[in-house]
């Protein structure tokens, strides 16, 4: 189709219009490492070698780039001294890496710990909030209504699920009175050498080395 006017200005135009297309999209980040020494290979950066670096660090996790960099830093003594970097601060330098090389392990450590704490928690809260229900299952086959029947097969694979997750239940009898495992609410006398516990009232229930709730009994104490 012909057009009119200027060339040139057509082509300014377009140029105008594939400028504002390119500043309507987002920036991303651009990290620039600025040391002068390679932590690779210890070496004194030249000006290429910087910017090849620096287009390698979009990649990958901070913390792993960190750790890989802090792993295979080794910087000779000899080398620096050669590159202009005296040994007492090669030294020094390599302090510093080991210095935060630890720091950086303490903390990973920690943060691995809070999370399995964290995880620890969030099943004992959801094992607590489940023991009502069980005491209401306990309940339901004391007066025969899970003999048998799907209500029956339901209240077995919810006690077995749970059993997964570290649930213990405490209910024997004829065992040592333990306070902290058991709570005593009736003393009997009884034919017995030490406190027993003769009958359990409500179950209680461990997780691991964890007492979620303790277990009320009947205790038989020595005449």
Same mark, same amino acid.
């Given at each position: 189709?012909?057009?009119?006017?200027?060339?040139?200005?057509?082509?300014?135009?377009?140029?105008?219009?594939?400028?504002?297309?390119?500043?309507?999209?987002?920036?991303?980040?651009?990290?620039?490492?600025?040391?002068?020494?390679?932590?690779? *290979?210890?070496?004194?950066?030249?000006?290429?070698?910087?910017?090849? *670096?620096?287009?390698?660090?979009?990649?990958?996790?901070?913390?792993?780039?960190?750790?890989?960099?802090?792993?295979?830093?080794?910087?000779?003594?000899?080398?620096?001294?050669?590159?202009?970097?005296?040994?007492?601060?090669?030294?020094?330098?390599?302090?510093?890496?080991?210095?935060?090389?630890?720091?950086?392990?303490?903390?990973?450590?920690?943060?691995?710990?809070?999370?399995?704490?964290?995880?620890?928690?969030?099943?004992?809260?959801?094992?607590?909030?489940?023991?009502?229900?069980?005491?209401?299952?306990?309940?339901?086959?004391?007066?025969?209504?899970?003999?048998?029947?799907?209500?029956?097969?339901?209240?077995?694979?919810?006690?077995? /699920?749970?059993? @997964?997750?570290?649930?213990?239940?405490?209910?024997?009898?004829?065992?040592?009175?333990?306070?902290?495992?058991?709570? /005593?609410?009736?003393?009997?006398?009884?034919?017995?050498?030490?406190? @027993?516990?003769?009958?359990?009232?409500?179950?209680?229930?461990?997780?691991?080395?964890?007492?979620?709730?303790?277990?009320?009994?009947?205790?038989?104490?020595?005449?």
């Amino acid at each position: 189709m012909p057009h009119h006017g200027n060339e040139e200005e057509h082509g300014s135009s377009g140029s105008r219009s594939q400028g504002n297309d390119q500043e309507n999209e987002p920036q991303k980040p651009v990290i620039h490492d600025n040391r002068k020494v390679d932590p690779k *290979t210890g070496q004194a950066r030249r000006p290429d070698q910087e910017r090849a *670096t620096a287009g390698d660090s979009d990649s990958g996790d901070a913390l792993s780039q960190a750790e890989d960099i802090l792993n295979s830093v080794q910087v000779p003594a000899e080398e620096s001294v050669a590159q202009g970097v005296g040994a007492a601060e090669a030294e020094e330098l390599r302090n510093d890496l080991r210095r935060l090389q630890a720091e950086y392990v303490n903390y990973r450590k920690r943060v691995e710990r809070d999370r399995a704490v964290a995880g620890e928690m969030a099943v004992i809260g959801v094992l607590n909030s489940l023991l009502p229900v069980l005491d209401d299952v306990d309940a339901a086959r004391q007066h025969g209504d899970l003999a048998d029947g799907p209500f029956a097969a339901i209240a077995a694979k919810l006690e077995a /699920a749970l059993k @997964t997750y570290g649930l213990v239940r405490i209910d024997e009898t004829g065992v040592e009175f333990d306070p902290t495992i058991h709570e /005593a609410l009736i003393q009997q006398p009884g034919d017995v050498e030490l406190d @027993t516990v003769s009958q359990v009232l409500r179950a209680g229930y461990k997780s691991g080395d964890r007492v979620l709730r303790a277990a009320q009994v009947i205790v038989a104490v020595p005449a």
